[in-house]
C-alpha cells in the first residue's frame, strides 16, 4: 500500500489487496455510555487493536458495520445513540471496531479514543449534500494532529438519487488539502436490499481495511 489517496480509491474502481475475507463473526455490544478510551488503558504501548468509526448521524454507520461484520445487509438500524463495538473476523484477522454516535452531543468524545487506534473509518452520507461542510471540518479537525493514522473514507448511500459521485466527494471533504504522508483511500458504497449479500464495493473496502490492519499491527 502506498501513501496518499490512490487514483484507483479515488475513482471507486475494485482495489487489488491480499486477504481475501471468511466467514465473520458479528458480535455487537450497544451503550448509551462510551467504554474507557483504549489511550487509557494502554498508555506507552503503542496503537490498540481498535478500529474507529465515525461520521455524522444518519451517514450509515451502523449498517455499514453490519455489511461487514455478516456479509449481508441490513437496512434501517436505529441512530446509534451511544457507540456500537463489535468484533469481526477475517481468515486469522480479528478486526474490533468502535462506532461511536454521531450526532451533535456525541462528536466531543471522537478526539479521546482516536490517538490510540489503528485505523480510522469515516462514513459520509453522499446525498446529505447540505451537511458535507460539516463533515469536512470534523475529518480535518480529527486527523490534524497525527500524519500517519490510516484513514478509509466511505462514500456511503451511492444508490440514492442525487448522490454525489466519488470525485465529487473528494473535492467537497478538500482531500487534497490533506496531504500525501499517510495511507489515505476513498470508496463509494451503498447498502442494497435487506438481507442480501453486500455490494462488491462494500467488499472491497472490508479486504481494504484487513489489508491495512495486517500492515499496520
Same mark, same amino acid.
Given at each position: 500500500?502506498?501513501?496518499?489517496?490512490?487514483?484507483?480509491?479515488?475513482?471507486?474502481?475494485?482495489?487489488?489487496?491480499?486477504?481475501?475475507?471468511?466467514?465473520? /463473526?458479528? $458480535?455487537? %455490544?450497544?451503550?448509551? &455510555?462510551?467504554?474507557?478510551?483504549?489511550?487509557? @488503558?494502554? *498508555?506507552?504501548?503503542?496503537?490498540?487493536?481498535?478500529?474507529?468509526?465515525?461520521?455524522?448521524?444518519?451517514?450509515?454507520?451502523?449498517?455499514?458495520?453490519?455489511?461487514?461484520?455478516?456479509?449481508?445487509?441490513?437496512?434501517?438500524?436505529?441512530?446509534?445513540?451511544?457507540?456500537?463495538?463489535v468484533c469481526?473476523?477475517?481468515?486469522?484477522?480479528?478486526?474490533?471496531?468502535?462506532?461511536?454516535?454521531?450526532?451533535?452531543?456525541?462528536?466531543?468524545?471522537?478526539?479521546?479514543?482516536?490517538?490510540?487506534?489503528? /485505523?480510522? $473509518?469515516? %462514513?459520509?452520507?453522499? &446525498?446529505?449534500?447540505?451537511?458535507?461542510?460539516? @463533515?469536512? *471540518?470534523?475529518?480535518?479537525?480529527?486527523?490534524?494532529?497525527?500524519?500517519t493514522l490510516?484513514?478509509?473514507?466511505?462514500?456511503?448511500?451511492?444508490?440514492?438519487?442525487?448522490?454525489?459521485?466519488?470525485?465529487?466527494?473528494?473535492?467537497?471533504?478538500?482531500?487534497?488539502?490533506?496531504?500525501?504522508?499517510?495511507?489515505?483511500?476513498?470508496?463509494?458504497?451503498?447498502?442494497?436490499?435487506?438481507?442480501?449479500?453486500?455490494?462488491?464495493?462494500?467488499?472491497?473496502a472490508k479486504?481494504?481495511?484487513?489489508?491495512?490492519?495486517?500492515?499496520?499491527?
Amino acid at each position: 500500500m502506498g501513501s496518499g489517496l490512490r487514483p484507483a480509491a479515488r475513482w471507486g474502481a475494485a482495489l487489488a489487496v491480499a486477504g481475501g475475507a471468511a466467514a465473520a /463473526l458479528w $458480535v455487537c %455490544v450497544r451503550s448509551r &455510555a462510551p467504554p474507557p478510551p483504549p489511550a487509557a @488503558a494502554e *498508555q506507552g504501548r503503542g496503537r490498540s487493536r481498535q478500529i474507529l468509526v465515525l461520521g455524522l448521524d444518519g451517514a450509515g454507520k451502523s449498517s455499514v458495520l453490519h455489511s461487514l461484520a455478516t456479509d449481508r445487509v441490513k437496512r434501517g438500524t436505529a441512530p446509534t445513540e451511544g457507540f456500537n463495538a463489535v468484533c469481526v473476523h477475517a481468515g486469522e484477522t480479528q478486526m474490533e471496531f468502535l462506532e461511536i454516535g454521531g450526532s451533535e452531543s456525541l462528536r466531543s468524545y471522537w478526539r479521546m479514543y482516536l490517538p490510540k487506534v489503528l /485505523l480510522l $473509518v469515516y %462514513v459520509v452520507d453522499s &446525498a446529505d449534500h447540505a451537511r458535507l461542510p460539516v @463533515a469536512k *471540518q470534523l475529518l480535518h479537525q480529527l486527523i490534524q494532529n497525527d500524519s500517519t493514522l490510516p484513514v478509509v473514507i466511505l462514500a456511503n448511500k451511492q444508490d440514492l438519487e442525487g448522490a454525489y459521485c466519488i470525485t465529487d466527494i473528494h473535492d467537497a471533504l478538500a482531500l487534497s488539502d490533506i496531504g500525501d504522508k499517510r495511507k489515505m483511500f476513498l470508496i463509494g458504497t451503498h447498502v442494497a436490499e435487506d438481507g442480501s449479500e453486500i455490494s462488491s464495493s462494500m467488499k472491497d473496502a472490508k479486504e481494504l481495511i484487513t489489508q491495512l490492519v495486517l500492515e499496520t499491527q
